[in-house]
């Protein structure tokens, strides 16, 4: 089963870039302690065009499938025809990083350590 410490995080998150992905905002890994001191998982995503919390996390721990969450937001969010397009760009790059953090989290074997 795959151990995601915050080096082997970063270190996928510096792949993803080097790979030529676009990233408007800034991605950052969250320390985020499981059972006996594993690091569950969690990459914040700061939008370049909206200030929503969203980060990207395994479903459960260990598991290879990760989710995108989006919180709610107390303001409305107005944006002209460009800032949709751009926001639309954002959200594309945050779907391809849950599937390359997937494609990582399937390819990885053996325990890492924090």
């Known amino acids: 089963m795959p151990f995601r410490s915050q080096r082997t995080l970063e270190a996928w998150l510096e792949e993803f870039r080097a790979e030529g992905h676009a990233v408007p905002g ?4 969250i320390v985020q302690d499981g059972e006996a001191g594993a690091n569950t998982g969690l990459v914040a995503v700061e ?32 944006l002209d025809a ?21 494609q990582k989290s399937a ?3 053996g325990t890492d350590t924090p």
Do not use: H
């Open 47 to 78: 939008l370049a065009n909206a200030s929503t919390v969203t980060y990207i996390q395994p479903v459960a721990p260990f598991a290879v499938s990760w989710v995108v969450t989006m919180e709610p937001r107390e303001d409305a969010l107005v």
């Open 26 to 29: 800034a991605l950052k890994v």
């Open 82 to 102: 460009e800032g949709v397009l751009q926001l639309g760009n954002e959200l594309a790059m945050v779907a391809d990083l849950c599937r390359f953090l997937e």
């Open 107 to 109: 390819e990885f074997i």
